[in-house]
């Protein structure tokens, strides 16, 4: 019995079509009563990039992208652990950290932000990473 679920599988051939990649992947792995989730970024799940050069509006799509994979998995917001967000300038972080702020009120997670050089897509501006549990019993109000 797998004690795993993958939820939202894809190639990266379709994800980047311009770099000859070729890895299956999946955006949620539950394994047993941990949700970890694949680094959301400004794309909605068509591919489609809201926000180009505007880091509040890509963190805005990632933290949306966020909450339905959760709630896909049979976690919510409620139940976040860890949340790593990626910017790639220093000045990206109020307006990336007000939009987070917002859609965690009263969440309290554990959190760790990074600057770095670049993200896979240049024109990604932000990256949020999540990892989230599901009670005993499943959701809990």
Avoid at 3 to 19: A, C, E, I, M, V
Avoid at 78 to 83: E, F, P, S, V, Y
Wanted: aromatic share 8%; glycine share 10%.
């Amino acid at each position: 019995m797998n004690s795993h679920r993958r939820l939202r599988k894809f190639n990266t051939r379709d994800t980047y079509p311009g770099q000859s990649l070729d890895n299956d992947l999946c955006q949620v792995v539950v394994a047993n009563d941990t949700v970890y989730l694949r680094g959301q970024v400004g794309t909605d799940f068509d591919g489609n990039l809201v926000g180009m050069g505007d880091p509040a509006a890509q963190a805005e799509q990632a933290m949306a992208n966020v909450f339905q994979l959760l709630q896909e998995a049979g976690s919510e917001p409620g139940h976040i652990a860890k949340i790593t967000v990626y910017i790639t300038d220093r000045r990206h972080r109020t307006p990336v950290y007000r939009v987070i702020g917002r859609w965690l009120e009263g969440v309290y997670p554990v959190s760790t932000g990074l600057v770095v050089s670049g993200l896979a897509r240049p024109e990604w501006l932000v990256e949020v990473d999540v990892i989230a549990v599901i009670p005993q019993g499943g959701p809990q109000p």
